[in-house]
């Protein structure tokens, strides 16, 4: 039993120190970037059609996005999130930069 106890807390060590556990979620920017979210060039593509689906108890459709990678947008098709009690969800969406660009501000719950 203390075989098995110390294989897996030096398996969950070693998984830590090279950062396959991770306490947080990366966020990814473009290479070469260092400061806060990427200012992207041109504007953001017009959403894409998505119908939206049928709702489903206790969850929230998040509605599909562009995001930045690698100096291009990519699309990220909708899908549906756990609701929150008393809270709203506020989706992500594509502002314009104090440098010109634009910026991608994430989604959040709201009151």
């Known amino acids: 039993m ?5 294989l897996a807390l030096a398996t969950l060590a070693a998984g830590a120190a090279l950062g396959v556990i991770s306490p947080a979620r990366a966020q990814s920017y473009p290479p070469g970037y260092h400061g806060g979210p990427p200012v992207m060039r041109p504007a953001p593509p017009p959403p894409r059609y998505e119908p939206r689906p049928q709702a489903r108890p206790g969850r929230v459709w998040v509605p599909g996005h562009w995001v930045a990678g690698s100096g291009r947008y990519d699309w ?3 899908y549906w999130q756990r ?27 709201a009151r």
């Open 2 to 6: 203390k075989r098995q106890l110390l």
């Open 83 to 109: 609701a929150r009690a008393g809270y709203r969800y506020v989706p992500e969406r594509w502002v314009p930069g104090p440098r010109g660009g634009w910026v991608l501000r994430p989604g959040y719950w």
């Open 76 to 78: 990220r098709g909708g």
